[in-house]
């Protein structure tokens, strides 16, 4: 018999029908919604988890705490739980309400942190609970249990689904841990496959996507990694967004239609290609904001 957890991964992919500029290049989208907690975190939140439980890092009277963004913690607050492991999650004021409760139906304990400090606040709030002891901090920017799972099942999973034609790997880039994993195992598999990054322009705000201060890079990103950096504004995010679900049934999150986005202005340069999206979530943790009134 199996448990909630044999269902993380092995999401499906889909061809995009009216997104490609060209018809010579088709946009495949990895529905990372359809884990069961909802996003495409539920893959390093389960590896970030077991691996502090395996290596014993997680000892009785011991908290777990991370800063997060919104998908990480939900994940994180669901595996959590299953392992009976007590949560706090630190995240800027201004996350969706959908996502606190979500949170905190799964058992863990939201901390909000002023929204003018932004993820970096929230990153400062849970290091200094760190440092008063009692807390273990899995640290999704640092934790190399992140990007291995994504070597482990996301690489594998496009390469397999794909018969190993997959040309271009498109993703948004927050803590990194998706591109970097998947970046190793593909280039392994073949040196060509070019792998795309997604930042926002400046004063863009891209929900689960990040142009970090060099200070808060993440310490699993590897710059070499990425053989191509594309720079999304929010407004063009907005839009790629509301048409995927209106146009492709693909109802998501603003990080994704920036993804897509990417992809589509890299199709009308390419002479053909087979290019893969990550659709990190579903748009119902999002119907609170403004993204599709």
């Not at 500029?21 to 539920?42: H, R």
Request: charged share 20%; glycine share 10%.
């Amino acid at each position: 018999m199996s448990s909630i957890l044999d269902l993380v991964g092995n999401t499906p992919m889909v061809a995009l029908q009216h997104t490609s500029a060209n018809p010579q290049v088709t946009i495949y989208a990895k529905l990372e919604g359809t884990n069961p907690g909802g996003s495409v975190k539920d893959r390093a939140a389960y590896g970030m988890i077991k691996g502090a439980l395996d290596r014993g890092e997680i000892k009785p009277g011991i908290k777990l705490i991370e800063a997060t963004s919104g998908n990480t913690g939900i994940a994180l607050a669901m595996i959590a739980g299953l392992f009976g492991v007590e949560i706090e999650l630190v995240m800027p004021e201004d996350a969706t309400q959908e996502r606190v409760l979500t949170m905190e139906a799964y058992g863990a304990k939201v901390i909000l942190t002023p929204k003018e400090g932004s993820m970096e606040g929230s990153i400062d709030y849970a290091n200094a609970q760190v440092a008063k002891g009692g807390y273990l901090m899995l640290n999704q920017f640092a934790n190399p249990d992140n990007y291995k799972m994504h070597y482990r099942t996301t690489g594998p999973e496009i390469w397999r689904d794909t018969n190993g034609t997959v040309t271009h790997f498109v993703s948004a880039m927050g803590t990194t841990g998706t591109i970097m994993g998947v970046s190793r195992y593909l280039k392994e598999q073949n040196p060509d496959v070019q792998i795309v990054g997604c930042q926002p322009t400046d004063g863009s705000r891209i929900p689960g996507i990040r142009k970090w201060p060099e200070a808060y890079l993440p310490k699993i990103f590897e710059k070499e990694r990425i053989d191509l950096t594309m720079d999304i504004s929010e407004d063009e995010a907005r839009a790629m967004t509301r048409r995927l679900a209106k146009e492709e049934g693909i109802f998501c999150g603003m990080s994704s239609g920036g993804a897509v986005a990417a992809a589509a202005r890299l199709s009308k340069e390419l002479s053909s290609g087979i290019l893969v999206c990550i659709i990190c979530d579903r748009g119902d943790r999002y119907l609170s904001s403004d993204l599709f009134s």
